[in-house]
Nanobody, 114 residues
Framework: QVQLVESGGGLVQPGGSLRLSCAAS????????MGWYRQAPGKQRELVAT???????NYGDFVKGRFTISRDNAKNTVYLQMNSLKPDDTAVYFC????????WGQGTQVTVSS
């Protein structure tokens, strides 16, 4: 089992920045990929970014260089640095860990509004 705890969400003005964190615990040795997904009201959950244990990254098309995913293996934590935020980025952001199974965090709300 893997437990994931997200933090860092909140309210930010358009053009602002936020950094999300996802701390993993439990059977972390089995994780080979971690990532962030988001879900806005009335929309399907979508990929934001993933990072493998080897450091390979993948981003959703909408990111367009605004977000950066990174990981600190010593802290078992994955980060999502989000810059140039837009109102369309408003959503609940979920952390996901992939081993032989998929594990999800509880989500953290990001609201971009003036």
């Amino acid at each position: 089992q893997v437990q994931l705890v997200e933090s860092g969400g909140g309210l930010v003005q358009p053009g602002g920045s936020l950094r999300l964190s996802c701390a993993a615990s439990g059977s972390i040795f089995s994780i080979f990929q971690m990532g962030w997904y988001r879900q806005a009201p009335g929309k399907q959950r979508e990929l934001v970014a993933t990072i493998t244990s080897g450091g390979n990254t993948n981003y959703g098309d909408f990111v367009k260089g605004r977000f950066t995913i990174s990981r600190d293996n010593a802290k078992n934590t994955v980060y999502l640095q989000m810059n140039s935020l837009k109102p369309d980025d408003t959503a609940v952001y979920f952390c996901r860990a992939r081993s032989g199974n998929f594990y999800w965090g509880q989500g953290t709300q990001v609201t971009v509004s003036s």
